[in-house]
Antibody, heavy 119, light 108 residues
Framework: EVQLVESGGGLIQPGGSLRLSCAAS????????MSWVRQAPGKGLEWVSI???????YYVDSVKGRFTISRDNSKNTLYLQMNSLRAEDSAVYYC?????????????WGHGTLVSVSS | SYVLAQPPSVSVAPGKTARITCAGN??????VHWYQQRPGQAPVLVIF???DRPSGIPERFSGSNSGNTATLTISRVEAGDEADYYC???????????FGGGTKLTVL
């Protein structure tokens, strides 16, 4: 059974850093495209970042230079390192698998982890 | 960047048909995926590659994509279908995923 379990969210002051983790089971992270998607309170879904099976990484413009997506193949885990956090980064962060390559759907999602950026 | 426009809300009586649209420039040249999100829950894929249904999704859910509009159709709507629905494509110019703004389906 495929499962994605996020952790690492919490309350952080503006300018601070957090690292989100997404532990996967039932499939291999390293041979799939994996993404982070966020949802601000009461708002819609926003794609944040993607890592290709080959290791290339991409980001939405608003987080470029501040967020870094990575994976640990030995732990079958996806990460999102978030630095210089801003109030507008407050959201539930979901990790999701992209099925079948770049243009495929997000077929499995985690339950999400809440990040609150506030002083 | 590529923009997907959805109506903020759609209302339908139980047993009737709901149609949720997703508008984008020449969207028919993209593969559209649809997600259902109930309050407090993670999104769930309900339609992928325009018309395909994942296992476990009722046949009442169907999709189409033509011209500048993709449509999610829910037949014989039930109270349990009340949720937010999002369309999504991969923007061919940036190769980045893009979501529509979401549509809240209300079952009257």
């Amino acid at each position: 059974e495929v499962q994605l379990v996020e952790s690492g969210g919490g309350l952080i002051q503006p300018g601070g850093s957090l690292r989100l983790s997404c532990a996967a089971s039932g499939f291999t992270v390293s041979i799939n495209y994996m993404s982070w998607v966020r949802q601000a309170p009461g708002k819609g879904l926003e794609w944040v970042s993607i890592i290709y099976s080959g290791g290339s990484t991409y980001y939405v413009d608003s987080v470029k230079g501040r967020f870094t997506i990575s994976r640990d193949n030995s732990k079958n885990t996806l990460y999102l390192q978030m630095n210089s956090l801003r109030a507008e980064d407050s959201a539930v962060y979901y990790c999701a698998r992209v099925a079948g390559g770049l243009r495929g759907p997000f077929d499995y999602w985690g339950h999400g982890t809440l990040v609150s950026v506030s002083s | 960047s590529y923009v997907l426009a959805q109506p903020p809300s759609v209302s339908v009586a139980p047993g009737k048909t709901a149609r949720i649209t997703c508008a984008g420039n020449n969207i028919a040249s993209n593969s559209v995926h649809w997600y259902q999100q109930r309050p407090g829950q993670a999104p769930v894929l309900v339609i992928f590659y325009d018309t395909d249904r994942p296992s476990g999704i009722p046949e009442r859910f169907s999709g189409s994509n033509s011209g500048n509009t993709a449509t999610l159709t829910i037949s014989r709507v039930e109270a349990g279908d009340e949720a937010d629905y999002y369309c999504q494509v991969c923007d061919s110019s940036s190769d980045h995923p893009v979501f529509g703004g979401g549509t809240k389906l209300t079952v009257l």
